[in-house]
């Protein structure tokens, strides 16, 4: 590696610890000496594990939609998986860049977590200010894995030196935190219903 590119690769470590906004002991971890070979084998299976958790949601959300009976709620979430389907297809474009063939591999974590958000739904009063606070909670808690999960993948991706599959990446983490902004503001103001009416 030449003596530019080192000097790129450092640069685009320092925006990408500011924008994930990642502590130093992970940095420091980021530029411990691995194999490449055991860094491309972590990034391909947890690339497969999120591609199995976007598909899987994909399916889930519709059903969440149409639990929500706030419209602004409703459509954030869908806004969600519209964004979702994107995300796959970006995944895809990832496999294919990296010449691995796009299987899925099973999120127990994600699984959980969409399985307690159907739970909501039949544990829940139809039209309710509480069920669409509980839905909000359970959205933000799959998004925040998935951030988690983003996060690591553009950490792993840079370290590798792929910097056409991190930019690929670090638009799905961007929209991630966008959609957990809309709905941490959406909780707020129907918590604060739910508490005046109480």
């Known amino acids: ?11 685009n470590l ?7 906004n990642l502590p130093h002991a992970t ?9 490449t070979q055991e860094f491309e084998q972590l990034f391909i299976d947890l690339i497969k594990k999120i ?13 969440i939609i149409s639990g929500v009976s706030c419209h602004k709620i409703s459509h954030a979430i869908y806004k969600h998986l ?8 970006r995944l895809e474009e990832v496999f294919k860049n990296l010449q691995v063939k796009s299987h899925p591999k099973k999120c127990h974590k994600i699984e959980g977590l969409l399985k ?31 951030i988690s999960s983003y996060g690591s993948l553009v950490k792993i991706a840079v370290k590798m030196e792929i910097k056409d ?25 129907r918590i604060q219903k739910v508490s005046i009416r109480a």
Not at 14 to 20: F, G, N, P, T
Request: proline fraction near 1%; glycine fraction near 0%.
């Open 165 to 189: 599959i991190a930019e690929i990446l670090i638009k799905t983490l961007d929209e991630e935190r966008e959609t957990d902004s809309i709905l941490t503001r959406l909780a707020i103001s």
């Open 14 to 20: 320092d925006i990408l610890i500011y924008r994930i």
């Open 116 to 146: 307690e958000a159907r739970t909501i739904i039949d544990d829940t009063a139809a039209d309710s200010m509480l069920r669409d606070a509980d839905i909000i909670i359970a959205s933000q808690r799959v998004l925040h894995y998935k």
């Open 82 to 89: 519209e964004d979702t389907q994107e995300h796959v297809n």
């Open 1 to 11: 590696m030449d003596f530019y590119y080192r000097s790129w690769l450092a640069i």
């Open 27 to 35: 940095v420091m971890i980021i530029q411990a000496k691995y194999s």
């Open 51 to 63: 591609y199995w958790a976007e598909r899987h949601l994909a399916r889930v959300l519709p059903k």
